[in-house]
């Protein structure tokens, strides 16, 4: 029985030795889990970097007569 812990003694899904060289399934999925940990970061910093104007609600002036308060603007 091969030793699974040693280098190139594992098998694919199917149960076949993987070829020297290859990446083990362990090794794509650590890769898949890094990268995926690095888009998160990315995308998390996008978004605190954004101007202030893109996260708060702008207000709108209308002359419409359901205007809540006699301004014309609508909060």
Known sequence: MPDKWKRGSETDEY?????????SP???????????SRWT??????????PREAW???VVK???PAAVDGDGVIE
């Not at 362990?26 to 995926?36: F, H, P, V, Y």
């Not at 970061?41 to 954004?50: F, G, I, M, N």
């Open 15 to 23: 149960g076949q030795p993987i070829p020297p060289g290859q990446p």
């Open 41 to 50: 970061a990315r995308e998390l910093r996008k978004r605190l970097v954004q």
């Open 56 to 58: 708060t609600v702008p």
């Open 62 to 64: 209308t002359d419409h």
């Open 26 to 36: 362990r090794e794509i999925r650590a890769a898949l889990e890094l990268i995926q």
